[in-house]
């Protein structure tokens, strides 16, 4: 079997921040209600967190868990464990109506470094960095496309679409560009 | 002469010499300059030429306001027309050119029209090219396209980079003059996220030009004491360089910020384009100086006096050595003042109010200037530059009393207050006698989605036009606005020495009495000359609004939107109308309040990431292999791969005969893909689709169309139920999106206590239509699972490995051939593609594009989402009743379609038809039939809607409508073709090829 490999093979730009394509990383889509019995169980049985609050992210480790809106939540893994964590999922929730599925190739990651990283976002999304939560998981736009990113150490981590992922990495690129800091 | 005086000059630094050109002359300036100062420093009074007339123009003014003085910028990619000389700071290396001239700026051959003038009044576009209608087209407007337009549009692309960038905060302040300063320091000190911009490259506004004093000492002391107050607040933010174009609802504001300007080409933005939502703005936007309207007013020499006084105290240029103040007002007494000061000649003050009693024109005397009140400037003598006035007295008509010769006008009637920021998002004015200007009315501001003022106007804005009265003002709005964004302010304010005015004197015409001789060269536009006779004229020929004779006369619509006429212009309307000038009010100010940089609104969008072209995992090998591309939606798919030698049509012919014979491999990756999970599922799908897809078995596959609620043919595609409540349906490339926006519609607006959820999973999977003779094999040879008819019959679908990837095999066809797509995770899409095409080599493998599977569905008569429909179309006109479930009580569409027009056996319907002479029927062609319709155009019966050479049958077939549909079979009709003749076609099944399915079932 061939091995899966990310939109844009990792590329990279150094500018006043830098930019760097990752992954693949595994993600699996979970729409459930906030309510469900199991919920909690099915998200710590597969990314080891607890339920993210309302537009948070809990991370622990390489793993992570999103909120996403009223009734979805992004798990995010390592590539290789996502049957296993849908399989814990399934588990927890049987008998219960949900929907769980693997979105990991539909996403490019992209993570922003450097100490000025929010000023490449803040060219590009309607975000208020002032008040950005350190563990916030912001849904916007990156320029004409969907994106969400959240703080990680000393960046971002950024993801959209797959098919798009040139076009993000077009406007990273523009928007970290050396000489053009805001600040 | 204007020329650079010895001393003096605030912002420019004598040790910093720049060199520019000006129509390709070297001409010297000094760091700090801007370009107007520079130019009047090395005596270039004459700037340009006036838009109608060609009249010789030059310097009015000193700020964004100015009209005449505007030139195009840099050479090629770095091309700029329509440069204001008063906001372009210098730099060494600028080149300048002025603008609307032929041959030269000194010799016109457009000045003819001045002679012309009285032939060319207000109105006249109007009056001249409203017959014959044909002449306007062929004769007047490529005449007026190319002696309009004042400067040329860049030919070269754009060398520079712009970008956005988003803000917010509480407390947004546009301007950064004293008022400006205050309102931050009191909004700041409150805490509250405050943004504080200012469009020029300084801080403090005018106070320093006008001498004031703040708290004892000189204003720029204070000033560079509060920014530096200022800069230390971490919840502040200042720039320069930045301005607030436009205000919107909510609190939005756009502000462009010129970075790299000055140093073209360093790598930075040129520009940056602020997207800025805050709580609360504070307009200090300052106020504009008004020309006065006297005969000869826009001779070059004649000046604003506030700029003359800027010109000098700021960059110690003299506009001339003799310059003659004529001001209805005690402010252009400073001008006077400064001017002396600076070792210049004043001959005279000409004031049109009969008695002048203030503190500065006491001091003027006191100088020894000679002050003449109650008197006119009769006419301003001069061409190319100004050579004396003649005096009169302003309540005559403007017999000449005596004349004296001078080399500079510097000219004041009044001030206006900027309001067009606050008057963007809806806020109304008041007149103010007392000061004859328009000033924002407190009691009705623009509001926010509270339906409380989201704008307050400070300082000079708010007609407060003292320094001691713009400082008191500043600190209450800034607290104001402070406050109604949640903070705790105190309203404390600088204390300015007071420097009382007396009253203004409102003069529209001066003389009063002034005769049309006069009064047809005093001029309100500058740009669009636009003069009092013109304005007069519009009022006796019925025109009474204000928008309508701006339109008819054009004031101010020129480049700088009337800042300096708009006032003048409507006050000479409301005279000649005998209305008061509030009833007559003001046009509409829209944004932006100066042009805004095209580049700068663009942002980032242009090259190769001005839209996102959406790319599936096999892209960069299409590019590589030659695709021509085609957009679906915002993908680029291959719409064919030529080879060497072949044009297009060549090279699809040869992917579909490929196809049929050996095997073809598409890129399908673009297919929507959307997961419908739940209890629920089914029965949601089964009123999405017409067709029922709750009794599909699992492991087996079903084509359905969705309609919307009005009945028509939205999408369709093949839906394949996975488990027992999990389905999962293929969409349109193009439909992706929108289709799984309609599902979430309904269910979360409708159906909201369904359980049903939905997931979009086009991206994860790169899906490939193996098609043809030899698909089996090449599966079979990649092996992993058993793709056999008897395994995997038509219609079914299985889950499995192939070459080591893990697959999803659907055993559909939309080419009529063995086919199957295969769906592998996108990750992995481009490898399995890869390996396709390895292990397919031997059996023929080739690559198609979209037109080859376009041309293979229309022989056999598989109907196209939006070639087919085009919205107007309901699935019975296609003919596909069959998937239309009658036993079902309800889905979308079906009462729609009960509605009798939808209803009628009249509509057309979908039939084959095949030329007489194997001719391909021309794209967009009608069926004519006999009569014409009320309209008195020819009637129609039908329409082609696919038509394609088929290099199948080596003929051109077509799908169409027709009314009567397959009940035509046999009937022969003419299509219509582009150059007018028409073509025999017989109506025929659309099914061309392997009508019985013969190539599927195998």
Same mark, same amino acid.
């Given at each position: 079997m061939s091995n899966a490999v990310s939109a844009l093979g990792h590329a990279s730009f150094d500018g006043f921040a830098k930019v760097r394509e990752i992954g693949p990383i595994g993600m699996i889509s979970l729409r459930a209600k906030a309510d469900l019995p199991g919920l909690a169980a099915a998200i710590k049985a597969a990314v080891g967190t607890g339920v993210p609050a309302q537009r948070q992210i809990e991370i622990a480790g390489d793993k992570a868990a999103g909120w996403m809106s009223p009734d979805e939540y992004l798990l995010l893994l390592p590539y290789g464990e996502t049957d296993a964590a849908l399989a814990a999922i399934a588990e927890a929730l049987r008998g219960q109506h949900h929907l769980a599925v693997t979105l990991s190739d539909a996403r490019a990651v992209f993570r922003i470094e450097g100490a000025k990283a929010d000023q490449v976002l803040a060219k590009l999304s309607p975000v208020d960095f002032a008040t950005l939560g350190s563990k916030e998981l912001r849904r916007t736009r990156a320029a004409q496309v969907a994106a969400a990113f959240w703080k990680d150490g000393d960046g971002y981590t950024l993801v959209c679409f797959r098919s798009v992922a040139a076009y993000v990495m077009g406007l990273l690129s523009h928007s970290a560009t050396s000489g053009s800091e805001i600040s | 002469m204007s020329t650079r005086l010895s001393k003096g000059g605030r912002l420019i630094d004598r040790s910093a010499p720049q060199e520019f050109s000006f129509n390709g002359k070297t001409m010297r300036g000094l760091a700090g300059d801007t370009l107007a100062a520079a130019l009047l420093a090395n005596d270039q009074m004459l700037l340009g030429r006036s838009f109608k007339y060609h009249r010789p123009r030059g310097l009015v003014a000193a700020g964004p306001e100015e009209p005449n003085a505007i030139v195009g910028l840099g050479r090629d990619g770095r091309f700029e027309p329509n440069q204001r000389v008063t906001t372009t700071e210098l730099f060494d290396g600028l080149e300048a050119a002025s603008q609307n001239h032929w041959p030269t700026l000194e010799f016109d051959v457009g000045v003819i029209n001045n002679t012309l003038s009285r032939f060319l009044p207000g109105g006249f576009y109007y009056k001249t090219f409203m017959w014959p209608r044909a002449a306007w087209k062929h004769v007047f407007e490529p005449i007026i396209r190319r002696s309009a337009g004042l400067g040329k549009a860049p030919t070269a692309r754009d060398a520079d980079r712009y970008e956005y960038t988003y803000s917010f905060c509480d407390v947004l302040i546009l301007g950064g003059g004293i008022a400006g300063l205050q309102a931050a320091l009191v909004a700041g000190a409150s805490g509250a996220r405050v943004m504080l911009l200012e469009q020029s490259a300084h801080w403090g506004g005018r106070a320093p030009v006008d001498g004031d004093v703040i708290e004892g000492k000189p204003a720029e002391v204070w000033i560079n004491s509060a920014v530096q107050t200022l800069a230390a607040l971490e919840n502040v933010a200042m720039r320069l360089r930045t301005m607030g174009a436009g205000v919107y609802d909510h609190g939005y504001v756009l502000a462009e910020e010129k970075i790299a300007d000055t140093t073209p080409g360093d790598g930075r933005p040129k520009h940056r384009l602020w997207r800025i939502r805050t709580a609360q703005i504070v307009t200090a936007t300052g106020a504009i100086e008004r020309p006065l309207s006297f005969a000869g007013n826009d001779i070059p020499g004649v000046m604003l006096a506030g700029s003359v006084r800027e010109y000098v105290v700021n960059y110690a240029v003299s506009p001339g050595d003799r310059t003659v103040v004529v001001t209805n007002n005690d402010d252009a007494y400073r001008t006077a003042i400064a001017l002396v000061q600076a070792g210049l000649a004043v001959p005279c003050i000409v004031d049109a109010r009969a008695s002048v009693t203030g503190d500065l024109p006491a001091k003027a005397r006191a100088m020894g200037i000679r002050v003449e009140t109650g008197k006119a400037i009769a006419k301003v003598k001069g061409g190319k530059r100004v050579t004396g006035v003649s005096l009169c007295v302003q309540a005559g008509e403007g017999a000449v009393l005596e004349e004296i010769s001078c080399d500079a006008v510097a000219m004041s009637g009044g001030w206006s207050p900027v309001v067009h920021l606050w008057s963007h998002c809806g806020g109304k004015l008041i007149w103010d006698k007392t000061r004859a200007h328009f000033r924002p009315d407190a009691s009705r501001p623009p509001t926010g989605q509270d339906g409380l003022a989201m704008v307050v106007p400070v300082g000079n804005a708010n007609g407060a036009m003292t320094a001691a009265e713009a400082l008191i003002c500043g600190a209450k709005g800034g607290a104001a606005a402070a406050e109604a964004a949640g903070f705790k302010a105190e309203a404390k304010a600088a204390v300015a020495e007071a420097a009382p005015e007396a009253d203004m004197e409102a003069v529209w015409i001066m003389p009063q009495g002034a005769g049309p001789a006069l009064k047809a060269k005093m001029w309100l536009d500058y740009q669009n000359d636009v003069k009092v006779s013109d304005? /007069?004229? %519009? &009022?006796?020929?019925?025109?009474?609004?204000?928008?309508?004779?701006?339109?008819?006369?054009?004031?101010?619509?020129?480049?700088? /939107?009337?800042?300096?006429?708009? !006032?003048?212009?409507?006050?000479?309307? &409301?005279? &000649?109308?005998?209305?008061? !000038?509030? /009833?007559?009010?003001?046009?509409?100010?829209?944004?932006?309040?100066?042009?805004?940089?095209?580049?700068?609104? %663009?942002?980032?969008?242009?090259?190769? !990431?001005? /839209?996102?072209?959406?790319?599936?995992?096999?892209h960069a090998w299409h590019e590589k292999n030659h695709a021509y591309f085609e957009p679906v939606g915002l993908w680029r798919r291959p719409y064919t791969f030529p080879r060497a030698g072949e044009n297009h049509e060549q090279a699809v012919h040869r992917e579909v005969l490929n196809t049929r014979t050996n095997l073809g491999l598409l890129d399908a990756s673009t297919l929507g893909k959307i997961i419908v999970k739940g209890p629920d599922a089914g029965r949601f799908l089964d009123m999405l689709y017409t067709g029922v897809m709750s009794s599909l078995p699992v492991g087996k596959c079903r084509y359905g169309l969705m309609c919307s609620e009005q009945g028509f043919l939205s999408d369709d595609g093949v839906v394949a139920r996975i488990d027992e409540d999990t389905w999962l349906c293929h969409t349109t490339s193009g439909g992706a999106d929108r289709i799984h926006a309609w599902m979430e519609d309904w269910l979360q607006c409708e159906w909201w206590d369904w359980q049903v959820y939905t997931a979009n999973v086009t991206e994860q999977l790169a899906q490939v239509a193996v098609v043809g003779p030899n698909a089996r094999r090449v599966l079979e040879k990649l092996g992993g699972m058993d793709v056999s008819k008897e395994t995997l019959p038509f219609m079914q679908w299985a889950d499995g490995t192939l070459g080591g990837f893990p697959a999803r095999v659907y055993r559909i066809s939309f080419s009529g051939e063995l086919s199957y797509e295969v769906a592998v995770p996108a990750s992995m899409g481009l490898a399995f593609w890869e390996a396709l095409h390895a292990a397919g080599a031997e059996f023929g493998a080739m690559v198609y594009g979209t037109e080859a599977l376009h041309i293979m569905r229309a022989e056999k008569g598989f109907i196209m989402i939006g070639d087919e429909t085009d919205g107007t179309i309901i699935p019975q006109d296609l003919n596909l009743g069959w998937a239309i479930s009658k036993k079902k009580a309800d889905f979308l569409g079906k009462r729609g379609q009960e509605r009798n027009y939808l209803a009628s056996p009249d509509r057309w319907k979908l039939a084959g038809f095949e030329t007489l002479d194997g001719s391909v029927i021309q794209d967009g062609a009608y069926i004519p039939s006999a009569g014409k319709n009320a309209n008195g155009q020819g009637n129609t019966q039908g329409r082609v809607t696919s038509t394609y050479f088929s290099p199948t049958l080596k003929k051109g077939i077509a799908m169409g409508l027709i009314k009567g549909g397959m009940d035509r079979l046999g009937d022969v009709v003419e299509f219509t073709t582009i150059t007018g003749g028409v073509v025999k076609a017989k109506v025929v099944d659309p099914v061309f090829y392997d009508k019985d399915g013969e190539k599927n079932n195998v």
């Open positions: - | 304005v /007069q004229l %519009a &009022a006796r020929e019925g025109y009474t609004s204000v928008e309508h004779t701006k339109r008819y006369t054009t004031l101010g619509m020129a480049t700088d /939107q009337g800042k300096l006429s708009n !006032i003048n212009g409507l006050a000479v309307l &409301a005279d &000649a109308l005998h209305e008061e !000038i509030p /009833q007559v009010g003001t046009t509409t100010f829209r944004p932006p309040y100066a042009p805004v940089t095209l580049g700068a609104l %663009a942002g980032e969008s242009r090259g190769d !990431i001005f /839209q996102p072209l959406r790319k599936t995992p096999m």
